[in-house]
């Protein structure tokens, strides 16, 4: 495959989508080919479990293994429909969360077992990681207030403690840790063009861009 996927991760509000926009226009204007998706999400398939993930159902609350499942099963589309067929196009892929999602929030979040999960990944994917992930760092609860900020309700996993939040937090500190040649901490509480500066120099420096 000659395409790049890029994952952009971190804890709710770190500003993914904000530097996704960025990132996109700034690679277009170098005159690169550049597809933008998420997880969950990223297929049609994808939008209806989305909705089933994040709708917050008082009385039918999702269990943590459907959750797993309902990731795994959004991420095994998603690969196989857009992931696989852009990079064999030769296309730079910017993808909203991806594997270290599950293991940050399934895993450190919830409690699941982490080889079952790394099981999961490995399926859905059939062994696709990215080339680069960067992991948007900010403190949890400054992620959440940029949140509120938003004039958009809070949904279902949004809404958990904020020690469930900081173990996800936890989570992607020691997945950066494990795997430094392809996971690369960016301080997330810097202003947008900063962290925007810091990222066009990770992208040259690590992918040659
Ligand atoms: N999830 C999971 O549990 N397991 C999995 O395997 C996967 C996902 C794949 C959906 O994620 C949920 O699914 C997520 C984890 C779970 N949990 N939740 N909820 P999502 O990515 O769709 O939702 P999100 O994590 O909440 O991201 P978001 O809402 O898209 O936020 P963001 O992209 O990180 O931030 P933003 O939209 O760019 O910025 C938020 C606000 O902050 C906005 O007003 C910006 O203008 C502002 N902002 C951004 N950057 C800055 C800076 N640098 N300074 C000041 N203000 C800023």
């Given amino acids: 495959m000659s395409g790049k996927l890029i994952v952009f991760e971190g804890v709710e509000g770190c500003g993914k989508t904000t530097q996704m926009q960025l990132c996109c226009q700034w690679l277009e204007n170098l005159g690169i080919s550049v597809i933008v998706t998420r997880e969950p999400g990223g297929t049609e398939l994808g939008l209806h479990l989305r909705r089933l993930l994040l709708e917050k159902s008082e009385d039918k609350p999702v269990a943590d293994v ?3 499942l309902l990731y795994a099963a959004d991420r095994a589309q998603h690969v196989e429909q857009k ?3 852009n990079l064999a196009l030769g296309k730079y892929i910017l993808c909203d969360r991806y594997t270290d999602s ?3 929030y399934q895993g450190y979040g919830r409690g699941l077992n982490m080889s079952l999960i790394e099981q999961l990944n490995y399926i859905a994917t059939a062994g696709l990681t990215s080339d680069l992930t960067i992991w948007l760092d900010v403190d949890v609860e400054m ?3 940029r949140k509120r900020g938003d004039a958009v309700p809070l949904d ?3 809404q958990e403690t904020i020690a469930f939040h900081r173990r996800v937090s936890h989570g992607y500190s020691k997945l950066a840790a494990a795997h430094p040649s392809r ?3 960016v301080d997330g509480s810097l202003s ?3 962290v ?3 990222i066009q120099d990770i992208l040259r420096d690590r992918l040659q861009v």
């Fill in 156 to 158: 279902r996993i949004e």
């Fill in 83 to 85: 992931l696989k067929p």
């Fill in 196 to 198: 925007h500066g810091v």
């Fill in 183 to 185: 996971i690369v901490r």
């Fill in 102 to 104: 599950t293991v940050a």
């Fill in 143 to 145: 992620g959440l207030s």
């Fill in 66 to 68: 459907t959750e797993l």
């Fill in 192 to 194: 947008k063009e900063t």
